[in-house]
């Protein structure tokens, strides 16, 4: 194939892929708490500012903007306590240093045991990546194949709400075994929660500095507990 048939192949599909991109509001973005070891969730408004910066770093490594790594600032996020650095995907606080390091982000599009609030979202890009690539796929297939039938009384698929169940049963059918079909992992696209980008962060007029004496006793003790109750 000529190299302009490529580029233009490959200019058609990402233009279809963006056409079924999920919007801001439904991506949820997550940090890794190292302690507990999951995937907690960045309030809505902290999500969608993420997720805006990372869709342009997108367009700017498609080739669709002028735009440099050295233009993407930190965000600050989490009731301004941390930064979040889109180009290296990491969290970390700002007005000290973390013995743990910077913790990861994550992007959530595909979840397991969607609409629940216990929605894990699914961290492995590549799996992520398929399961988009497939989803686009059908969908522009069902919305050609919808687009032919002249007169039909069915209705159109072409949304996420209008077709998700059947598009999800498909795209789970090629990542599932025949055999094991029936006990499949049950997969959503798209947050249970939609992000409210109307909700800014809450405002600070104090600063308090907690000092303790003897330390930490156990979970009692905790200073970053009795912290989090008083500010509560």
Not at 176 to 182: C, D, E, G, L
């Amino acid at each position: 194939m000529p190299a302009h048939e490529i580029i233009e192949s490959n200019n058609t599909f990402f233009e279809a892929e963006e056409q079924f991109q999920l919007s801001p509001s439904k991506v949820r973005w997550f940090y890794k708490d190292e302690i507990a070891k999951k995937w907690v969730a960045f309030n809505g408004y902290d999500s969608i500012k993420i997720e805006l910066t990372y869709l342009r770093l997108l367009k700017c490594k498609n080739g669709f903007s002028s735009e440099t790594d050295d233009n993407f600032k930190p965000l600050v996020v989490r009731d301004g306590l941390y930064e979040v650095d889109v180009v290296t995907k990491q969290c970390y606080p700002i007005y000290w240093e973390s013995h743990t390091g910077p913790t990861s982000i994550l992007r959530g599009i595909w979840f397991k045991d969607p609409g629940l609030h216990h929605s894990v979202p699914i961290e492995d890009e590549s799996m992520v990546e398929q399961l988009e690539t497939t989803y686009a796929m059908l969908q522009c297939r069902l919305s050609t194949t919808e687009s032919g039938r002249s007169g039909s009384s069915s209705p159109k698929l072409g949304t996420d709400e209008e077709s998700g169940t059947e598009t999800t049963s498909a795209i789970v059918s090629i990542f599932s075994s025949p055999a094991k079909s029936s006990f499949g992992t049950r997969l959503g696209r798209g947050y249970f929660e939609e992000a409210d980008p109307n909700t800014p962060p809450p405002v600070y007029s104090h600063l308090c500095f907690v000092v303790h004496g003897i330390g930490q006793k156990f979970q009692k003790g905790s200073i970053i507990t009795l912290c989090d109750r008083f500010i509560v």
